[in-house]
T-cell receptor, first 115, second 114 residues
Framework: GAGVSQSPSNKVTEKGKDVELRCDPI?????LYWYRQSLGQGLEFLIY????????KSGLPSDRFSAERTGGSVSTLTIQRTQQEDSAVYLC?????????????FGPGTRLTVL | AQKVTQAQTEISVVEKEDVTLDCVYE???????LFWYKQPPSGELVFLIR??????QNEISGRYSWNFQKSTSSFNFTITASQVVDSAVYFC???????????FGKGITLSVRP
């Protein structure tokens, strides 16, 4: 079946602009996760969703970052007023359930470059 | 707090050599899960294995094997008779129910030369 998909695959933006990154999880997966991969920080957790609810937003690096999930499916990560330090690959993952350490399957990522 | 240490940053071997990738983890939870992922040059993280803290049996899958030792908090990964296609970054990760997230190590870049 189809895996996790993300769009766009690459995004180049100017400092100060807003960007939206999209994640389409595997069908039937109730849990969805966002991670960020950058050279200096490695892979860091941002936020996860149980259905449409995000119980823990503490991983978001600043209040410029927000995420939502609708219909228990597609999720959007929004970065407002982008800064150069936001440049990274943003990875989305999904798993069948959130509470049982089900394997997280990752999408190909969105490479964000802020000029 | 959870932590995963992959002390090796880069390893280079010649094809057909065996190579072991080390992973040491820290957690106060008694129930936890360990994972290995492979990230080839294409960039997508590929799941390799999942192991829970109550199952210390070693596992073998083809040329891949994993050695889980709770006594040393280690979950090492061995590739036997390495191949060029094994060249990738390998991540070890820890999951605990406390925060429902994967904590990743920094990754090990493996280069297999023909």
């Amino acid at each position: 079946g189809a895996g996790v998909s993300q769009s766009p695959s690459n995004k180049v933006t100017e400092k100060g602009k807003d960007v939206e990154l999209r994640c389409d999880p595997i069908s039937g997966h109730t849990a969805l996760y966002w991670y960020r991969q950058s050279l200096g920080q490695g892979l860091e957790f941002l936020i996860y969703f149980q259905g449409n609810s995000a119980p823990d937003k503490s991983g978001l690096p600043s209040d410029r970052f927000s995420a939502e999930r609708t219909g228990g499916s597609v999720s959007t990560l929004t970065i407002q007023r982008t800064q150069q330090e936001d440049s990274a690959v943003y990875l989305c993952a999904s798993s069948l359930e959130w509470y049982s350490a089900d394997t997280q399957y990752f999408g190909p990522g969105t490479r964000l470059t802020v000029l | 707090a959870q932590k995963v240490t992959q002390a090796q940053t880069e390893i280079s071997v010649v094809e057909k050599e065996d190579v072991t990738l080390d992973c040491v983890y820290e957690t106060r939870d008694t129930t936890y899960y360990l994972f290995w992922y492979k990230q080839p040059p294409s960039g997508e993280l590929v799941f390799l294995i999942r192991r829970n803290s109550f199952d210390e049996q070693n596992e073998i899958s083809g040329r891949y094997s994993w050695n889980f030792q709770k006594s040393t908090s280690s979950f090492n990964f061995t590739i036997t008779a390495s191949q060029v296609v094994d060249s990738a970054v390998y991540f070890c990760a820890l999951y605990t129910g406390a925060n429902s997230k994967l904590t990743f190590g920094k990754g090990i870049t493996l280069s297999v030369r023909p």
